[in-house]
């Protein structure tokens, strides 16, 4: 059932755009996505997924203007690491938890298109991240399984790309003027904030074994239409309604 949102702040927009984008990159690493296809980082490789993209999300916030509630423009809070450490943050990351040492230096690009996405959606523009997100979903409905998608923004993800390839997909000021935002090709409707709650939701590669056993097990416990209500066999009292307890004999 989808949530439907009725209003959001500045804030809370800026950061369902910005969060969607992170998603959209992550699925686009191609060393990352790999990593966790292979199930590199054990059988728990979807969770430690999920697990990077949560970090991320709680290193970029944004926070509405307090002076003028009114104002469409937020501030943006300084993130808790620079894009430096950042870059740092992912390579140790993958090597740490899937074993994959890092040679193309792509966890700089990534570092570099977040850190762009936050400022951009921070002054209200989502032309990059909705950009990328647009690019992913149309490269991951025409494959089968795992999205095949790569970054291409200011710099080099995949070997096999070139750097024209890679300079087209960034937008200018008066390409965004001109060309409105791409829309969102999996529904084929305009991308809006809740669009990008709902994109930003969804579980990176698939859902992690855990939340399926969880999942499963609720479904065990669910009483289904129609089915009979099991009664509870009532309590064994004595003559003076006091509930009688069975002793169990110990092992002597």
């Known amino acids: 059932m989808m949530e439907t949102i009725e209003s ?14 992170v998603t959209a990159v992550l699925r686009s690493w191609s060393a990352f996505r790999t990593a966790v296809e292979n199930e590199w980082g054990g059988t728990n490789s979807l969770s430690k997924a999920e697990n990077l993209r949560t ?17 469409t423009v937020v501030t943006m809070q300084r993130p808790k690491m620079e894009l430096e450490a950042l870059e740092d943050n992912l390579f140790l990351y993958l090597e740490e938890e899937y074993t994959i040492v890092l040679e ?18 921070g002054r209200g523009d989502f032309s990059l991240s909705r950009r990328i997100v647009s690019q992913e979903q149309e490269k991951s409905a025409n494959a089968n399984g795992m999205p095949k998608s790569t970054i291409k923004v200011e710099g080099e993800i995949d070997d096999d790309d070139s750097d024209e390839e890679m300079e087209d997909i960034k937008p200018s000021q008066e390409e965004t003027m001109e060309n409105p935002p791409p ?13 990008a709650k709902l994109y930003a939701s969804e579980y990176l590669f698939g859902i992690p074994p855990e939340v399926r056993l969880a999942m499963k097990a609720n479904e065990a416990t669910v009483r289904q239409l129609g089915e009979a209500v099991q009664e509870k066999s009532a309590p064994m009292v004595d003559d003076d309604g006091f509930m009688v307890v069975t002793k169990k004999k110990g092992n002597r």
């Not at 950061?15 to 969607?20: D, G, I, L, M, R």
């Not at 970090?55 to 104002?71: D, G, K, M, R, W």
């Not at 829309?183 to 669009?195: A, D, F, I, Q, V």
């Open 55 to 71: 970090h991320i999300f709680t290193c970029f916030e944004y926070t509405n203007n307090q002076n003028n509630p009114a104002s």
């Open 183 to 195: 829309t969102n090709l999996m529904s084929g409707m305009e991308s809006t904030p809740w669009r």
């Open 104 to 121: 193309d230096e792509s966890e700089k690009q990534v570092a570099r298109v977040i850190f762009q996405m936050f400022e951009m959606c």
């Open 8 to 21: 959001n702040s500045p804030a809370e927009e800026a950061t369902f755009e910005f969060q969607a984008g």
